[in-house]
């Protein structure tokens, strides 16, 4: 029975894993409130998930200088038992304000929203493209 339950535990262990697989790599955000869009690096942190701003662009393109640059703007993250949903923390550097996030997975698309006040207040941050 042990072996069993051992058996179990790292098979939901290695299917977390594998669903947050999916998740890792470079994405281009949305367009902001300002029109701008960043590349976001997500990858494993500890047991959970984050991503990283890595480049930041004006609406025409051109890479942009930013203090958010280097920045987690998605943090403790992780899959839910639905099939390409992720929860967790997300920053907008637009409005400078976290939100809890639900992040949804459809092959190179990621959508993105956010709530505060306990879903209150939500905002739907679109759709990020994979880069990579």
Do not use: H, K
Not at 71 to 90: H, K
Not at 92 to 118: F, H, I, K, Q, W
């Amino acid at each position: 029975m042990r072996r069993f339950l051992t058996a179990a535990a790292a098979l939901v262990a290695m299917t977390g894993a594998a669903l947050a697989d999916d998740l890792m790599g470079d994405w281009r955000t949305a367009p902001d409130d300002n029109g701008n869009t960043g590349i976001i690096r997500i990858a494993q942190c500890g047991t959970s998930l984050c991503g990283t701003l890595m480049q930041a662009f004006d609406g025409s393109g051109a890479s942009i200088q930013t203090d958010n640059i280097g920045r987690q703007i998605i943090w403790d993250t992780n899959p839910t038992t639905t099939a390409g949903e992720y929860v967790g923390r997300l920053y907008a550097p637009d409005r400078d304000r976290e939100y809890r996030s639900r992040l949804e997975l459809s092959g190179n698309t990621l959508t993105v929203s956010g709530c505060v006040m306990g879903g209150a207040i939500c905002r739907e941050g679109g759709r990020w493209q994979r880069v990579n």
